[in-house]
């Protein structure tokens, strides 16, 4: 029923759309050739590893920047630290804003927030009231809750028999207490709605979830409708989103007005208030701010620290080197702290190369273009979404020789320090121009202290199958379609290392 609906709006859009495309004097840059009409509608990757896919018509086609597009859109990848660097650091102005969503945007309210919001006062007004309360330039900021955060994840990896989703629930905890000064206990009541709100959230923007991203037309349509369930769906989920923004931003207020909060961005934020200016309007831009820095910091640490485990189980020769820098630099019993770093370069190789092997957001988030443009003799049409991939940057053999090999070596020079010849992969995984991460020094220290923990602790192994044999494992990675790369639900043992650690965290870790 619903595609005597869909099939003639789509039509109907398609022709609207093909009749307005511009044209320019100057080429597009290269790439599938475009049919009449559906352009390239049914070559635009939907499904699987859609980075990979890019990456390969970038090979095919013998260019850094290729172009697709179909209904209306028009699609520009980057492949390589040139052009993204030339485009979106270099012309940042321009290349700084984000493509409209219908789902996720309009129908579930998102697109006010922070990360969805294009390049215009709002954004600014949030991307600035996290840069004041989050600054990378006091780092240590977080530190107190970042270590206690890390030794309750110690606590419960031991008894985890779903790894990625112990990870998940201690990490919506984690930010939680980052972004609202809820510690972990406190923050329980508000966890199940945040992590729907986040499902949903990423539900809502996986390429080609739902139609009506393709023919927006259809927001229109009522939601008794046949086959408008995604109506009552984006009504569903704008719930959660509202209940997510507003639960904890109030109770944070309230300790505040009562002296009992703990720091945390948006504590950090409604200090900073100027109390002669509207403040209920300020209070506005915080809970965005606040609720997109929830959202943009619990998913990607879980994806960063699962593929950290899941490389430590699949290299017992890794953690054995590891082991024994830990074991040169801490006394028996001694939990690394941050100001042991410098000291564990190994460690901090460990963390880099979880993430470039398997970068979080493979093709960053994507960025819009506000302008025409023209870059190496190509046309480049406002408001092309703009794909820098990621996951080609990482991998590029020039900076990183056998990419698709785990080898935290690849970042020590011959001393065993960290060489600074080799690309900090951090240039890429975070982000471009003035849509990177504004969490980037964060999640970097969050990283760096479960990887130097959760080695000092145990030795990852694998399950033991009936007989008490190690069964072999297998690295799977989420075969989307999706923006985050995150390793499947997998199963594995951490073994404890040595008693004088668990009385350090007080507990009996088997
Ligand atoms: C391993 C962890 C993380 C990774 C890999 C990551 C990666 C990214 C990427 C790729 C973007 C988009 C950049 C672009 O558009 O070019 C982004 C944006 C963002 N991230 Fe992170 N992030 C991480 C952790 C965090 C944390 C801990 C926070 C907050 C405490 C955070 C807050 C944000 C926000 C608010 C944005 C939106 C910025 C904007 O649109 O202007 N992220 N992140």
């Known amino acids: 029923m619903a595609y005597v609906v869909v099939v003639p709006l789509l039509v109907v859009s398609l022709v609207i759309l093909y009749s307005r495309r511009k044209s320019s004097r100057y080429p597009l840059p290269p790439g599938p050739r475009k049919l009449p009409i559906v352009e390239n509608l049914f070559q635009i990757p939907r499904g699987g590893f859609i980075w990979l896919d890019y990456a390969e018509m970038c090979r095919r086609y013998e260019s850094d920047i290729i172009h697709l597009s179909a209904l209306g859109n028009s699609i520009i990848v980057l492949n390589s630290a040139k052009t993204v660097s030339d485009l979106l650091e270099k012309r940042s102005s321009i290349y700084s804003s984000r493509p409209p969503t219908v789902m996720l945007g309009?129908?579930?309210?998102?697109?006010?927030?922070?990360?969805?919001?294009?390049?215009?006062?709002?954004?600014?007004?949030?991307?600035?009231?996290?840069?004041?309360?989050?600054?990378?330039?006091?780092?240590?900021?977080?530190?107190?809750?970042?270590?206690?955060?890390?030794?309750?994840l110690l606590r419960v990896l031991p008894h985890s028999d779903d790894v990625m989703k112990s990870l998940q629930t201690w990490a919506a905890a984690f930010i939680m207490d980052v972004t609202y000064g809820l510690a972990a206990g406190e923050a329980k009541p508000y966890l199940p709605t945040a992590m729907a709100a986040l499902d949903s959230m990423s539900t809502a923007g996986t390429p080609g979830?739902?139609?009506?991203?393709?023919?927006?037309?259809?927001?229109?349509?009522?939601?008794?409708f046949p086959g408008a369930d995604f109506k009552r769906k984006a009504?569903?989920?704008?719930?959660?989103?509202?209940?997510?923004?507003?639960?904890?931003?109030?109770?944070?207020?309230?300790?505040?007005?009562?002296?009992?909060?703990?720091?945390?961005?948006?504590?950090?934020?409604?200090?900073?208030?100027?109390?002669?200016?509207?403040?209920?309007?300020?209070?506005?831009?915080?809970?965005?701010?606040?609720?997109?820095?929830?959202?943009?910091?619990?998913?990607?640490?879980?994806?960063?620290?699962?593929?950290?485990?899941?490389?430590?189980?699949?290299?017992?020769?890794?953690?054995?080197?590891?082991?024994?820098?830990?074991?040169?630099?801490?006394?028996?019993?001694?939990?690394?702290?941050?100001?042991?770093?410098?000291?564990?370069?190994?460690?901090?190789?460990?963390?880099?190369?979880?993430?470039?092997?398997?970068?979080?957001?493979?093709?960053?988030?994507?960025?819009?273009l506000t302008q025409d443009d023209i870059y190496e003799g190509y046309f480049l049409p406002k408001g092309s979404i703009i794909m820098p991939n990621v996951w080609t940057i990482l991998h590029n053999e020039e900076d990183y020789p056998e990419p698709n090999l785990f080898n935290p070596e690849r970042f020590l020079g011959p001393d065993g320090q960290i060489s600074p010849k080799v690309k900090d992969p951090a240039t890429a995984a975070f982000g471009f121009g003035r849509r990177a991460c504004p969490g980037k020094h964060i999640a970097l220290a969050s990283l760096w202290i479960a990887v130097a923990s959760i080695l000092t602790c145990y030795t990852i192994e694998p399950e033991l199958d009936e007989h008490g044999k190690p069964m072999k494992p297998k690295a799977e990675w989420y075969p989307g379609p999706t923006l985050f790369n995150h390793p499947l639900p997998f199963k594995c043992r951490f073994v404890p290392r040595s008693k004088d650690v668990q009385a350090s965290l007080g507990v009996s870790l088997v």
Do not use: C
């Open 106 to 152: 309009e129908l579930m309210g998102w697109g006010t927030t922070l990360i969805f919001r294009p390049n215009d006062d709002s954004w600014k007004a949030q991307r600035r009231i996290i840069n004041q309360a989050i600054p990378p330039t006091d780092p240590k900021r977080f530190h107190s809750k970042q270590l206690s955060a890390t030794h309750d």
């Open 235 to 368: 009504r569903e989920w704008s719930d959660l989103r509202v209940q997510m923004t507003e639960t904890a931003f109030s109770v944070t207020k309230q300790r505040m007005a009562m002296g009992t909060a703990t720091p945390s961005l948006t504590l950090a934020a409604l200090e900073q208030m100027d109390r002669n200016q509207d403040l209920a309007k300020q209070e506005e831009v915080i809970k965005k701010a606040s609720v997109t820095a929830y959202g943009g910091g619990s998913d990607t640490i879980v994806a960063a620290l699962g593929s950290f485990i899941l490389n430590m189980l699949m290299n017992p020769e890794i953690q054995r080197k590891a082991h024994e820098q830990l074991e040169q630099v801490l006394g028996p019993g001694d939990l690394p702290s941050f100001s042991d770093e410098l000291s564990l370069p190994y460690i901090t190789a460990i963390a880099q190369e979880a993430l470039r092997h398997n970068p979080v957001t493979p093709l960053a988030f994507p960025h819009a």
């Open 209 to 224: 979830a739902f139609y009506v991203d393709q023919i927006p037309i259809l927001k229109y349509v009522p939601e008794w």
